[in-house]
């Protein structure tokens, strides 16, 4: 079974992805880190990137679909920000189509925009390694300095509300056609990690056992 995980940033996609992946051995699909990956050898998308624009939807669309043949990526797939727009779901259905295999549950966890800019305005780089913490859900490590950590500016409220006015504009198109053509659950996504991955564990067995 394929799944999609749909959720605006901060709402724990990454981490519920994680999970999900351990318990049902899916194979996992992050757009973002595929994307940085392409910029390492691709000039133009890490131009992109670092300016911080989207890559086009139909370039996109082509380089997952040439990935996913590459690694004969067809089915027990969970994807995290594939397809985020309509256009490129059109796409991945014609894909899917094509290789006689389906997507079986969409899932969305659902915050609010206050609980994304708590969440994303509470998150720090170390300006050293470059990771990611979060001081209210994934603290640094005793003997780290936070006063040290940086505060990126896509992480301040202002920018955070124009990503997710992006957001809104790209993914609401997309999940209402999701409705209309395979199963999409909505999880409340402002609880703990715990009692969010058991709905999901819930959700996905249940699809498996029919």
């Known amino acids: 079974m394929n799944i999609v995980l749909i959720g605006p940033q901060g709402s724990g996609k990454g981490t519920q992805a994680r999970l999900l992946c351990d318990k049902f051995k899916f194979s996992y699909f992050e757009a973002g880190a595929f994307l940085r990956e392409i910029a390492k050898t691709n000039e133009g998308v890490r131009r992109m990137l670092a300016e911080g624009k989207l890559v086009p939807d139909e370039e996109m669309s082509s380089y997952v679909i040439s990935f996913l043949d590459e690694k004969g990526l067809y089915d027990g797939t969970l994807f995290d920000g594939f397809p985020r727009t309509l256009k490129q779901y059109k796409v991945f259905k014609s894909w899917l189509a094509v290789r006689s295999v389906k997507l079986g549950l969409a899932i969305l966890l659902v915050i609010s925009e206050e609980e994304t800019i708590r969440r994303l305005s509470a998150r720090r780089m170390d300006p050293v390694t470059g990771k990611i913490y979060n001081l209210i859900t994934d603290k640094p490590p005793v003997g780290?300095?936070?006063?040290?950590?940086?505060?990126?500016?896509?992480?301040?409220?202002?920018?955070?509300?124009?990503?997710?006015?992006?957001?809104?504009?790209?993914?609401?198109?997309?999940?209402?056609?999701?409705?209309?053509?395979?199963?999409?659950v909505e999880i409340d996504g402002e609880r703990s990690i715990e009692a969010i991955f058991k709905d999901l564990t819930s959700v996905i067995e249940e699809r498996m056992n029919k």
């Open 144 to 184: 780290l300095d936070e006063d040290k950590l940086i505060q990126r500016e896509d992480d301040k409220p202002e920018a955070i509300k124009k990503r997710l006015t992006l957001y809104r504009v790209q993914t609401e198109p997309l999940i209402t056609e999701l409705k209309r053509e395979t199963d999409v």
